[in-house]
């Protein structure tokens, strides 16, 4: 099918009340291009929830440090549009910056969803998830969807969207999805890309810590210990740790004792690439 890409927000505006006028329900994929499989079960997700489906192509730089690599973070529109195309996407909104902050980002109005913002990644990566809250909700407002699909292996960019959805009353239904893993269950990410050979084989060491953690947790380890340990194995492995984290799934809290719904979530570097990923824990 032929897929068409759209700079301007009133061009987008205007298919997306065609669509609407004729019934039909709009799903939202937001993305920062460099796409992957992960990206397409997204894509496929919002396509059985919808009738029509909006993706999104925009690498943030509000959500990007000074010393991140949004410079160096890879652009592949034409390979990307060409994936789209095949997977059944209705169309590619592809702003410029300028369309997305007209006003230039030291002018931005910001968006920040208080407290979860400032722990685990937020904590590394100070302002990362007002980037993150900020764009998602001009978005929102551009594309004005009925729902939105993002991942869970991005878990704490996923609670926050969430959040800021219901606080800001935003009348967009999201909808998470489980993380999509390699064959040796590296989590998906288009940082993976920045591993080098040697790196990319040990890089799946970071999901095995993690189902080691599950099971220490429904052994009765108490959460310090899990989390020591997990750090000194992914240590041992060549990683540089950030964090490994025992929290409660539902809110990014610190468990209470007999807490019984966890998510364990890790970030760590290992060279070029810095590699987060998670997992939910029963007990």
Known sequence: MTL???????????????WRRAGQRVGFVPTMGNLHAGHLALVAEARRLAERVVVSIFVNPLQFGPQEDFAAYPRTLARDHELLAGAGTDLLFAPT??????????????VEVPGLSDILCGASRPGHFVGVATVVCKLFNMVQPD???????????????????LD?????????????????????SSRNGY???????????LYRTLQHCAE???????????????GEAIAAAGFEPD????????????????????VVLAAARLGRARLIDNLRVAL
């Open 216 to 230: 220490w947790l429904r052994a009765g380890q108490d959460h310090a210990s899990v989390e020591r340990q997990a």
């Open 168 to 188: 800001l009353s935003l009348p967009v239904a999201i909808q998470g999805l489980a993380t999509v893993r390699e064959a040796d269950g590296l989590a998906m």
């Open 195 to 205: 591993l080098t050979a040697a790196e990319r084989a040990r890089a799946p060491v």
């Open 97 to 110: 910056v300028a369309a997305v902050y007209p006003r230039g980002q030291a002018e931005q109005t910001l």
């Open 4 to 18: 068409e890409t759209i700079e301007e927000i009133s061009t987008l505006r205007e298919r997306v009340a065609a």
């Open 243 to 262: 964090y490994f984290s025992v929290r409660r799934a539902a809110d990014l809290g610190l468990p209470a004792p007999g807490e019984r719904e966890l």
């Open 147 to 165: 729902l939105a699909v993002f991942g869970e292996k991005d878990f704490q960019q996923l609670q926050v969207i969430r959040l800021m959805t």
